[in-house]
T-cell receptor
Framework: KAGVTQTPRYLIKTRGQQVTLSCSPI?????VSWYQQTPGQGLQFLFE???????NKGNFPGRFSGRQFSNSRSEMNVSTLELGDSALYLC????????????FGPGTRLTVT | DAKTTQPPSMDCAEGRAANLPCNHS???????VYWYRQIHSQGPQYIIH???NNETNEMASLIITEDRKSSTLILPHATLRDTAVYYC???????????FGTGTRLQVTL
C-alpha cells in the first residue's frame, strides 16, 4: 500500500505570493491533517479534514486554508506569504477504524524569501 | 491538552535497551498516551499508545505508572536506525489532532 505523498517536496516563494500544497492520503483513509514544523515552534497542528469537511482547526491566521476533495486528497493554501511561513509542512492521514495512528508524509519544505 | 515533560536528549549504546521517560502529571482520565518519533528529514512515525495498561508491539513497549502521571517507552534493543526525536503525546481518544512537545532526541551510538 502506497504511503502518504506530498507535492511538491520543495518550494521557494517570495513574500506576498500565495502557495498551494497537495497531499494524497493512503488509500481508504478519509481523514487528512496538516501540520507546520519550524525550528522555533516545533510541530503545530493546522487543521484536519474528514469527508470534505474541516473537522478541527489549530491556532493559525486565516491566511492558512485548506480543502479536501471527494477522493480524500487534500490541499492547503497559504496566501500573502510571510518570511515566518518558511517551514516544513506535513500531511498525515488516518483511517476511521484506526484513527489513533496517523501516517505522515515526507513533507513539503517551503522557503519564503 | 495535558502538558508533558521529557528530557531533551539521551544517549544509548547500540544493542542496549533505550528507556525514554515522560511526565504527564496533568493527564485526564480519557487521554491516552501516544508515542511518535521523527527520524531526521522524515515525517513523524507512530510507535505505540496506551491508556493505563502496559502495551507492547513489534517496535516497543510502553509502561504507564498506576497513577498515569508518567510513562516510559522502551526500545528493547536499540539500533542506529532508532536515532530520532521521540514525542510523548497525551491525546483524547476521540481527538484528531496531535499536540507535539519538544520531545527527546535519542542518539544511538556504536
Amino acid at each position: 500500500k502506497a504511503g502518504v505523498t506530498q507535492t511538491p517536496r520543495y518550494l521557494i516563494k517570495t513574500r506576498g505570493q500565495q502557495v498551494t500544497l497537495s497531499c494524497s492520503p493512503i488509500s481508504g483513509h478519509r481523514s487528512v491533517s496538516w501540520y507546520q514544523q519550524t525550528p522555533g515552534q516545533g510541530l503545530q497542528f493546522l487543521f484536519e479534514y474528514f469527508s470534505e469537511t474541516q473537522r478541527n482547526k489549530g491556532n493559525f491566521p486565516g491566511r492558512f486554508s485548506g480543502r479536501q476533495f471527494s477522493n480524500s486528497r487534500s490541499e492547503m493554501n497559504v496566501s500573502t506569504l510571510e518570511l515566518g511561513d518558511s517551514a516544513l509542512y506535513l500531511c498525515a492521514s488516518s483511517s476511521e477504524r484506526h484513527s489513533y495512528e496517523q501516517y505522515f508524509g515526507p513533507g513539503t519544505r517551503l522557503t519564503v524569501t | 491538552d495535558a502538558k508533558t515533560t521529557q528530557p531533551p536528549s539521551m544517549d544509548c549504546a547500540e544493542g542496549r535497551a533505550a528507556n525514554l521517560p515522560c511526565n504527564h502529571s496533568t493527564i485526564s482520565g480519557n487521554e491516552y498516551v501516544y508515542w511518535y518519533r521523527q527520524i531526521h528529514s522524515q515525517g513523524p512515525q507512530y510507535i505505540i499508545h496506551g491508556l493505563k495498561n502496559n502495551e507492547t508491539n513489534e517496535m516497543a513497549s510502553l509502561i504507564i505508572t498506576e497513577d498515569r502521571k508518567s510513562s516510559t517507552l522502551i526500545l528493547p534493543h536499540a539500533t542506529l536506525r532508532d536515532t530520532a526525536v521521540y514525542y510523548c503525546i497525551p491525546r483524547d481518544g476521540t481527538a484528531s489532532k496531535l499536540t507535539f512537545g519538544t520531545g527527546t532526541r535519542l542518539q544511538v551510538t556504536l
